[in-house]
């Protein structure tokens, strides 16, 4: 009955926090300067007919309120629009999820596998040389910008030494991926071998551990297990969470190694100020957004049992 | 009092070695805040007076560009090389120092500001307070990375360092403000509030006098952080062509059109990236030794 209520209340204000971002990025799209008719013709003058054509037709005479309600109720029927030039946004996205997918799921595969090893091998070395060169070596790739990383990478890895594709989809996965991934993945695998290290440290000191190692139970399952476990709560969350940023925030990768992907599709439409575009691609990244923040809670429950007797 | 019964424990002869790991831990910690430090100093110097230390090697002037010498590497009297336009290199990286800054801290500064109003309205008042805050802060942190700033930027036509940092702020807000709402409302229950509530003092003065001065200190760790991390957003907001534009002078611009020329002239990406990585890490180190030196839970 509690978990019942608890969860509804949770589906409302994720419901409020979708209504939110949508109408913040309609309102950014849709109401700040910027005519999207005259920008769709570019240099030429459009008729005046045409003009008034295409504003009835994309409501953009209504009052913003009133656009964004019939947007909504759109969505409600599983439409996310039209662009200007009348293709679904839906259709436009279609072909590009694999590519952000693919591209996601391997950083993120990236940052979960080195992430959490170097944060494992921080904590049980802790204070040595190793510990303190691994922080300083993640510390500092945290610090350059992802686009400096792309750039770089791609000169050294793709031109110079001609080991990976330089760019595009061509030759598929694994080979066109593992450089933009990996570039993605250095910020997240810093975080999360930070992260992994701090509970880490904070577990192998605390009382059940010590316990674990009293009633004569191995080093490995020690660690592997009982530190393990409970560590993996602060990680887990970011790793969670990030995953949703990697699905909509790959724009500038996806542009330095020309993958079509979603996030590719999202920085043309804004440049071209392509509204419906923008719009319904951010709707759809939002969706996935939420939807990983109810995973968030769904780790934490699966990680932590005190949260589900509360 | 009990714990002056508890007996020594038997490794009698470790304060010694304590002591020593002690000095060695602060000198280790002194070094992590003096060398950020130092780093950050200069840094600012440089966008105080740029003409100064952009003086120090070569003519000094970023704008002073001669197309012969297009992306020539290193020259006497010119170790930095020249960029694309034929300008000194070292003399821009010193000058773009100045809007890094600017909008880091400026875009810091707004986003602390509307954290601390709206963390501090929700953690006091609680109730419908609480609520609104709290749902307007889910809200924020709902957009994908960067995603609400490029959209608003680029519906902006003239993109100034203000109105960057105005938009990174408005963006920016929503972490430090459930900081400040989380260390707001474990102080609030304290007893010197209590204590002044009852003495009928005004809701504005409790906050003013008792509860912000002992709830800040999380928000100003974070927000210090945060510098560095709004100067790598501009960074990259300016490369995708949404950020600064010319003939404004920023990292950002350098290594967008450094970037395009990566291949054949290296040192037009390398420098200004090396100050930018080098400003951010000065500021996250500042941020660790601050967060060590103020918060007492993190500092055994």
Known sequence: MRTAAKAVQRLAGLALVFLGVTFVIYLAVFALPGDPIRALAGDKPLEASTVAALRLKYNLDLPIWEQYWLYLGGLVKGDLGADFKGRPVLELMASRWPVTIALALTAWALEIVIGLAIGIVQALRKGTVIDHGLLALTVLASCVPVFVLGVVSQQVFGVKLDWLPVAGVRDGWPASYVLPAGVIAVFGLSAVSRLMRGAMVESLSADYVRAARARGFGPGRVVGVHALRNSLIPAATYLATDLGYLLGGTVIIEGIFNLPGVGNLLFEAIRTHEGPTVVGVSTALIVIFLITSVLVDAIHLGLDPRLRRA | ?300
């Not at chain 2, 950020?36 to 002037?61: E, K, M, R, T, W």
């Not at chain 2, 940092?165 to 229950?189: E, K």
């Not at chain 2, 920023?250 to 037009?268: C, D």
């Open chain 2, 1 to 300: 009092m009990l714990d002056a019964q508890i007996p020594e424990p038997a490794g009698a002869p470790e304060p010694a070695g304590a002591a020593r790991l002690t000095a060695r831990r602060r000198a280790v910690r002194r070094w992590s805040f003096a060398a950020p430090a130092a780093a950050l100093a200069a840094l600012v110097a440089c966008s105080i007076f740029p003409a100064f230390f952009a003086g120090l090697f070569g003519h000094g002037d970023p704008r002073d560009c001669d197309l012969h010498l297009s992306a020539e590497g290193p020259a006497p009297g010119h170790p930095f090389g020249f960029d694309v336009q034929g300008c000194d290199v070292w003399a821009n990286v010193v000058f773009g120092a100045r809007s890094s800054i600017v909008v880091g801290l400026m875009a810091t500064l707004i986003a602390v500001a509307i954290a601390v109003a709206l963390g501090t309205w929700a953690g006091f008042y609680g109730g419908w307070a609480d609520q609104v805050v709290s749902r307007l802060t889910e809200v924020f942190l709902g957009f994908p990375f960067l995603l609400g700033a490029i959209v608003v930027l680029n519906s902006v036509g003239q993109r100034s360092p203000w109105a960057v940092s105005a938009v990174l702020g408005v963006f920016g807000w929503p972490t430090m403000a459930r900081l400040v709402r989380g260390s707001v409302r474990s102080v609030r229950g304290l007893d010197y509030v209590v204590a002044a509530t009852t003495m009928g003092l005004s809701g504005r003065r409790i906050i003013l006098r008792h509860v912000l001065p002992n709830a800040l200190t999380p928000v100003l760790i974070l927000a210090t952080i945060s510098i560095g991390a709004v100067i790598v957003a501009e960074s990259s907001l300016t490369y995708l062509g949404v950020g600064l534009q010319p003939p404004a002078i920023s990292w950002g611009l350098q290594i967008a059109a450094g970037s395009r020329h990566f291949q054949t002239a290296p040192h037009i990406l390398i420098w200004p990236s090396l100050f930018l990585a080098v400003t951010v890490l000065a500021v996250i180190m500042i941020g660790e030794a601050l967060r060590t030196a103020l918060d007492p839970k993190r500092a055994a």
